[in-house]
T-cell receptor, first 117, second 116 residues
Framework: NAGVMQNPRHLVRRRGQEARLRCSPM?????VYWYRQLPEEGLKFMVY????????ESGMPKERFSAEFPKEGPSILRIQQVVRGDSAAYFC???????????????FGSGTQLSVL | AQTVTQSQPEMSVQEAETVTLSCTYD???????LFWYKQPPSRQMILVIR??????QNATENRFSVNFQKAAKSFSLKISDSQLGDAAMYFC?????????????FGAGTRLTVKP
């Protein structure tokens, strides 16, 4: 089991470009979470998806950010027209079941470091 | 809204000694879960230990144990017999047991240095 795979590990974009971050959950996991980590801060929840459905996007900015988790293929976090404030580490996590009781273990990827020039 | 506070930005410990990392949280809920995650330089988030709020017994995982004080809303992590590999950022996290709550709240982290 390869674990949660995120790519690219580092992504550099100029202001105004688009950033696409990919996340392949652990084998058999159908629940994906995206978090953002600013320097010297903890992770902040952005969005929770199941296959082909966005379940909770309460932590995601309303503009420029979108996420998807298609039936086939990885989950994608897309940031349009990036600005310098988008520079951060973006982490994906997956779980096997819906987090009933909130105790279901989350498995994290190693993150994508986005740098906006 | 629930908040998690880690008041120690940095801590250091001598190899083989014991260190305690502090965490406090604010919530009006009575049923929730608390976690400690370790983030080494590789950036991988690794679950160290977790505690259910309804359990009075403190969780233990080998050299890692917690002191959970529900009334004080305190959840400290004790690392015994510290090893060089324990050096990392440590994050305390809170998660409600509410059905629709998908938001795990993290503290700002404590950077632990282990001196040989």
């Amino acid at each position: 089991n390869a674990g949660v795979m995120q790519n690219p590990r580092h992504l550099v974009r100029r202001r105004g470009q688009e950033a696409r971050l990919r996340c392949s959950p652990m084998k058999g996991h159908s629940h994906v979470y995206w978090y953002r980590q600013l320097p010297e801060e903890g992770l902040k929840f952005m969005v929770y998806l199941q296959k082909e459905n966005i379940i909770d996007e309460s932590g995601m900015p309303k503009e420029r950010f979108s996420a998807e988790f298609p039936k086939e293929g990885p989950s994608i976090l897309r940031i349009q027209q990036v600005v310098r404030g988008d520079s951060a580490a973006y982490f994906c996590a997956s779980s096997l079941l819906y987090q009933q009781g909130a105790n279901e273990k989350l498995f994290f990827g190693s993150g994508t470091q986005l740098s906006v020039l | 809204a629930q908040t998690v506070t880690q008041s120690q930005p940095e801590m250091s410990v001598q190899e083989a000694e014991t260190v305690t990392l502090s965490c406090t949280y604010d919530t009006s809920e009575s049923d929730y879960y608390l976690f400690w995650y370790k983030q080494p330089p590789s950036r991988q988030m690794i679950l160290v230990i977790r505690q259910e709020a309804y359990k009075q017994q403190n969780a233990t995982e080998n050299r890692f144990s917690v002191n959970f004080q529900k009334a004080a809303k305190s959840f400290s992590l004790k690392i015994s017999d510290s090893q060089l590999g324990d050096a990392a950022m440590y994050f305390c996290a809170y998660r409600s047991r509410t059905h629709n709550n998908n938001d795990m709240r993290f503290g700002a982290g404590t950077r632990l240095t282990v001196k040989p």
